[in-house]
């Protein structure tokens, strides 16, 4: 397994700025990156930059801005970033600084980020609309508003904008919808180094485990291999805890009998995976948790074989659903409501969520689901979660009674192809028996 966090080539980033630039005619993007938060006064804390900055800039320094100006000759990319400072470098690390970012990044103007009150009005002038995300960032915010107002008291004598602004994600979420090359190696990456941090999770399972013990068990191999963090907090939950869809306290004991539920994933060079698996806790699962378990893992496989060019997203979802539903018929555990499984009422007291997500620079991706009031079809470079569950709380009634406190989950990552669609998680085993068969192993 490659263990390098992916380094893309400069390349890339200014080729994605050239499409948005052509893109934007005569308006102007104005994207600021994440700004540096800190939990504790002045303790550092990491930082991640914002997933729009950092796609086109590959710029992961805190608090710079990028102005792109579709209509303009000169200056189409400019970009404010921390000015050199021996104090702040001393404590903080090497800031590129602005004479710098131009070579290295790429961008035709580079300048300290104090200048970008003094600049932003006459870069913004003559642009139509500005691209920008309202209350993304306060200080630019103020700034943006101020161009605009600027531009209106203005714009009645010249007849020039800016006049409105738009999001951003108009542009950059269908961008980023259809992943290059470069960033399904990325997201290969992240998938092998998930697939080896469940391994080593699955290899601590036992009867008095605490589900923080497995947390530390999978996120230490993130950490060992490439400094990858988790996408998004590390899901451990035993017994009925699995049947809280974000749990993230992990602090109880798994018991004998129970299953646990792990979704939990790397992020690695900015690309997230999404995985999630769950285990018997003594190696073995009880007839009732296995035929439960089977309907899921048969719903996975039916949505992604459902999935391919063309097939409107929805209709992934809806071959899990039909799925499930049947399997919770064959339980004794009505679940219909008389139309389309997906529709059902009655289905979503046990799966409440939706089969799939995109997944990309972040792990519920950016895009539409729909469009044109349709559900979106799948097409090639796409990438998307199949994660079907059933759950049954600890009240669950009737029938469904005998499986209260079970709750199961499993994901996989999916691209699609020019043909068809690959599993990306493929190698970590989804079917019972090869999942006990893995705790065997430990
Ligand atoms: N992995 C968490 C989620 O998809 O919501
Ligand atoms: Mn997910």
């Known amino acids: 397994m490659s263990t390098n966090a992916f380094e893309p080539a400069a390349n890339i980033f200014r080729e994605r700025r050239a499409l948005v630039l052509d893109e934007l005619g005569d ?9 540096d938060a800190c939990r504790r006064g002045a ?58 970012a131009c070579e290295r990044l790429g961008a035709d103007a580079c300048h300290p980020l104090g200048e970008l009150g003094r600049e932003l009005g006459a870069l913004l002038r003559g642009a139509s609309h500005v691209f920008f995300r309202l209350g993304s960032d306060p200080w630019v915010d103020r700034l943006v508003r101020g161009a605009l107002a600027q531009a209106r008291a203005r714009g009645a004598r010249k007849g020039v904008g800016p006049r409105g602004v738009i999001d951003p994600g108009a542009i950059l979420d269908e961008m980023r919808l259809r992943k290059d090359a470069g960033e399904v190696e990325s997201l290969r990456s992240a998938a092998a180094l998930t697939i080896a941090g469940h391994r080593a999770l699955a290899a601590e399972l036992r009867p008095g485990v605490g589900e923080w013990e497995l947390q530390a068990a999978l996120e230490a191999v993130f950490r060992r291999h490439g400094g990858a963090t988790p996408a998004y907090p590390s899901i451990v939950a035993s017994g009925a805890n699995a049947c809280v869809l974000h749990y993230a306290e992990n602090r109880r004991w798994a018991r004998a009998g129970e299953l646990v539920l792990v979704d939990a994933a790397a992020e690695l060079g900015h690309y997230c995976a999404d995985v999630t698996r769950t285990y018997p806790v003594d190696g073995r699962f009880t007839p009732d948790q296995r035929a439960v378990y089977e309907i899921v893992d048969e719903a996975r496989a039916a949505a992604i074989a459902a999935a391919a060019p063309g097939v409107p997203v929805s ?56 469009v044109d009031g349709a559900s979106r079809p799948l097409e090639e470079g796409m990438v998307f979660t199949v994660e079907p569950g059933l759950y049954f709380h600890g009240d669950a009634v009737g029938s469904a009674a005998r499986f209260a406190g079970i709750g199961i989950r499993i994901e996989d990552d999916v691209l699609v192809t020019a043909s068809g669609v690959e599993n990306l998680t493929a190698e970590l085993p989804t079917e019972a028996s090869a999942v006990e068969a893995l705790m065997g192993a430990r």
């Not at 990028?66 to 470098?89: C, H, I, N, Q, Y």
């Not at 071959?319 to 997906?342: D, H, I, Y």
């Open 27 to 35: 308006a102007a993007m104005v994207l600021p990156a994440a700004a």
């Open 43 to 100: 303790d550092p804390c990491p930082y991640r930059p914002d997933s729009e900055f950092f796609y086109l800039t590959g710029f992961a320094e805190p608090g710079s801005v990028l102005v792109l100006r579709g209509f303009a000759g000169s200056k189409r990319s400019a970009l404010f970033v921390r000015p050199r400072d021996a104090t702040a470098e001393l404590w903080g690390g090497k800031r590129l600084g602005p004479e710098a």
């Open 315 to 370: 209709s992934v979802h809806g071959a899990a659903c039909a799925v499930l539903t049947k399997g919770l018929a064959s339980l004794g555990v009505p679940a219909t409501s008389g139309g389309k499984p997906e529709e059902s009422e009655a289905l979503r007291r046990f799966f409440p969520h939706q089969t799939s997500h995109w997944l990309g620079l972040d792990a519920h991706d950016v895009g539409d689901y729909g």
